[in-house]
């Protein structure tokens, strides 16, 4: 007789789903004192749980051994939680939700594990089919992660001053669009861009400047130490102060923010260029000029690009921090800072979550440029024959 | 070969050639904090145009320094040197020469082409003229193919071939190599022996060599320079008859093994003073 490896997160599927079907769904309406809801009056869950058994059962035994089967138990979990959302808003589970629910939300967390997991380690070697599953493990584990916030703050009832649902935050995400638009445009397009090149490139000048001339070194280093280490919120006021209430006074905390970690880094970029190939440039007769861009900058660029990818999250930052410190009525740092006095935390989240959008795309966007300009660099090489 | 072809041979040449390298009474002493270090001393060489010249020795006994002055790119602290009837740094002003370091030192963001035609970028030749020039340099390394190829898409002894088409693009008379085989198996060493003096025979280049084999240098030079340590110094100048179009097969033969063994016993002698 041949060995049998048990699939145990879909034996732990399997037998959650099971339990879920026994175990009372939902508690006891302090109003009626009767039970909320019952599986048997919600067929689309009940047929899910009975899903969840069948598929769990099935695979336990033969195992999740392709991506196919991995699809498999994924689109059952996504039938699951469908359900579960459904149970939850349509049949008044939401607050109520007991034993019988919070089993089930087991048995999906553990198909969805699994699949994900198998998907994570899946190697192809057409580029299309692997970049689809390097691209579905952190999509799909990113809404199971916005699943789990929406059952567990419904189902517990959690009040929505201490943290909503993320689909009414998805909801005023939506239906504030022009007032986002708005802010979006002020804090991250005026202020935080405009902060950003200007701080960056001020930077990198200053940076060939003290390279240039031996004494900045040691004057300017210690200085532009000292200014980075200024607390933001002291700061910021003092910006107001001198440059007016709209973007230029938060650009200009921008400036004071990302000016250090550019000129550290850029001045350290510098100097990466081993001896042997300034060296090289000295046997042709190369100048100042020639050498730094054909030898010093380029061998610098991973460098400056680690200060602009940290630079890149610090202005966005520094933008909506300034904005607590006296805007115009519109910006991303007044919307947070108003909204939370008027307690609609909704839209709160929705500005964080238009900050985290933006500033991972803009992450994003500096990574990308790196990723083509410095692509000979031992960390991105692709070898071609 | 015959003792009558070896004396062809050196009846053949003229009888006074340019002095491509003239060097009086050279020295170099570094200070440092444990007090001065002498690399070079008492250091007398004439390097003529068309010479292949190795400059053997130990470890430390400043081969590397004074290739390096001739290149510029250390200044001697005593002596006279000229190189083309100029100074060292009027010389690499005029990119007098090439020069071909220990590692292949290729730019890694640039192509195997742009790297060879760094050196004419920097002299602002045209696009054209410099593309020409990387391609019939490559040629000359049997490179022409990887062109578009990264310098870590290569095997080291390629790359080395690589650099050493750089230093050749912009055609200097004089080529100064610094160990450039050291690195490489004994092979590919071989290979790029034979190819080096293929093409000292058809260039009439004068070659300066640092090296620390003696079969290297006895097989390759005109001129072997004997050198020894704390000071550096040179101990001897042992002029060999090969021909230029010389094969390996010449390692075998009793003049080959006559000259190796002078050299064996020059460099026993320079380490002798230590002991």
Request: hydrophobic share 50%; proline share 5%.
């Given at each position: ?16 789903a099971?339990?879920a ?18 599986v048997?009056?919600?067929p689309?869950l009940?047929?899910?749980m009975?899903l969840?058994?069948?598929?769990g059962a ?14 498999i ?7 699951g ?9 349509d049949?008044?589970v939401?607050g109520?939700a007991s ?8 048995s999906?967390?553990?198909f969805?594990?699994r699949?994900i997991d198998?998907?994570?380690n ?5 580029t299309?089919?692997?970049?689809s599953?390097?691209i ?9 992660l ?29 239906s504030?669009t022009?007032?986002m ?10 202020a935080?861009l ?18 240039r001339v ?6 300017l ?14 700061v910021?006021?003092?910006m107001?102060?001198w440059?007016?209430?709209d973007?230029?006074?938060?650009a200009?905390v ?7 970690p ?6 350290t970029?510098?100097?990466a ?8 440039m000295?046997?042709?007769a190369?100048?100042?000029w020639?050498t730094l861009?054909?030898?010093r900058l380029p ?7 680690n ?9 966005l930052i ?5 904005e607590?410190f ?9 919307r ?6 008027r307690m609609?935390i ?15 795309a803009?992450?994003g966007?500096?990574?990308?440029v ?16 | ?16 050639k340019k002095?491509?390298v ?7 002493t570094?200070?440092t ?5 002498y690399?070079l ?5 004439t390097?003529?145009e068309?010479d ?8 430390g ?9 001739i290149?510029?790119?250390e200044?001697?602290?005593?002596g ?6 100029v ?10 020469y090439g020069?071909?370091f220990?590692?292949?030192?290729l730019?890694?963001w640039r ?11 920097i ?5 054209e ?8 340099a ?12 990264f ?6 002894g ?9 230093a ?13 085989f ?5 092979i590919?060493r ?17 070659v300066?060599f640092?090296t620390?084999?003696?079969p290297?240098a006895?097989?390759l ?7 020894s ?9 042992i002029?060999?008859k090969f ?21 064996r016993?020059g460099l026993?002698?320079g380490?002798?003073h230590d002991e």
């Amino acid at each position: 007789m041949t060995q049998v490896k048990l699939d145990k997160f879909c034996l732990v599927g399997a037998v959650a789903a099971l339990l879920a079907l026994i175990f009372p769904l939902a508690g006891i309406d302090g109003d009626t004192g009767k039970q909320v809801a019952f599986v048997g009056d919600i067929p689309g869950l009940a047929s899910a749980m009975a899903l969840c058994v069948i598929a769990g059962a099935a695979f336990t035994w033969i195992g999740v051994r392709t991506i196919f089967h991995a699809f498999i138990i994924l689109a059952v979990a996504v039938f699951g939680a469908w359900q579960a959302i459904d149970a939850l808003y349509d049949y008044g589970v939401a607050g109520y939700a007991s034993t019988g629910f919070w089993l089930f939300i087991i048995s999906l967390w553990a198909f969805v594990w699994r699949a994900i997991d198998v998907i994570a380690n899946y190697h192809s070697l057409e580029t299309v089919k692997q970049q689809s599953a390097n691209i579905i493990v952190p999509i799909a584990f990113g809404v199971w992660l916005l699943f789990v916030w929406e059952v567990v703050v419904s189902g517990f009832g959690v009040p929505q001053v201490l943290l909503p649902p993320p689909s009414m935050i998805g909801v005023r995400f939506v239906s504030s669009t022009d007032t986002m638009m708005a802010d979006f445009y002020q804090t991250f397009v005026k202020a935080a861009l405009s902060g950003y090149v200007m701080g960056c490139g001020s930077a990198f000048l200053v940076a060939i400047a003290v390279d240039r001339v031996p004494f900045l070194k040691r004057g300017l280093l210690p200085l532009g130490n000292m200014v980075s280490a200024l607390p933001i919120i002291g700061v910021a006021p003092i910006m107001v102060m001198w440059f007016g209430f709209d973007w230029q006074s938060k650009a200009a905390v921008i400036v004071i923010m990302t000016f250090f970690p550019m000129l550290v880094n850029t001045v350290t970029g510098l100097n990466a260029a081993g001896k042997l190939e300034k060296d090289l440039m000295a046997t042709y007769a190369s100048g100042y000029w020639s050498t730094l861009f054909r030898l010093r900058l380029p061998a610098a660029m991973p460098f400056v690009f680690n200060a602009l990818k940290i630079n890149s999250t610090l202005a966005l930052i520094g933008a909506i921090v300034a904005e607590f410190f006296g805007t115009p009525i519109v910006g991303m740092g007044f919307r947070i800072s108003t909204e939370v006095g008027r307690m609609n935390i909704d839209m709160v989240w929705a500005e964080i979550a238009l900050a985290a959008l933006a500033g991972t795309a803009f992450y994003g966007a500096v990574a990308y440029v790196e990723r083509k300009a410095t692509s000979w660099h031992p960390s991105f090489r692709v070898r071609r024959h | 070969m015959t003792l009558k072809q070896v004396v062809d041979n050196v009846a053949a040449m003229p009888a006074s050639k340019k002095a491509v390298v003239d060097i009086k009474d050279l020295s170099l002493t570094f200070q440092t904090a444990d007090g001065p270090v002498y690399a070079l001393s008492e250091v007398d060489l004439t390097i003529e145009e068309g010479d292949f010249v190795s400059f053997i020795g130990p470890s430390g006994c400043g081969k590397t320094t004074l290739l390096r002055v001739i290149a510029d790119l250390e200044k001697a602290t005593g002596g006279e040197i000229s190189i083309n009837g100029v100074s060292p740094e009027a010389a690499r002003e005029a990119r007098a020469y090439g020069y071909v370091f220990q590692a292949p030192a290729l730019l890694p963001w640039r192509s195997i082409e742009r790297n060879v035609t760094l050196p004419l970028e920097i002299m602002d030749l045209s696009k054209e003229e410099r593309i020409k020039r990387a391609h019939d340099a490559l040629k000359l390394v049997e490179l022409n193919g990887f062109e578009k190829k990264f310098p870590w898409q290569l095997s080291g002894g390629m790359q080395q071939r690589a650099s050493i088409a750089r230093a050749l693009s912009f055609d200097a008379d004089l080529l100064l190599m610094d160990e450039p085989f050291g690195a490489l198996d004994e092979i590919v060493r071989d290979h790029l022996n034979e190819q080096l003096l293929k093409l000292w025979a058809r260039t009439n280049k004068t070659v300066a060599f640092v090296t620390h084999s003696i079969p290297e240098a006895v097989y390759l030079s005109s001129k072997i320079v004997v050198m020894s340590p704390r000071p550096g110094r040179i101990i001897d100048v042992i002029e060999t008859k090969f021909p230029k179009d010389r094969t390996l097969d010449i390692r075998e033969t009793p003049e080959f093994l006559e000259i190796a063994h002078r050299v064996r016993e020059g460099l026993r002698a320079g380490h002798g003073h230590d002991e």
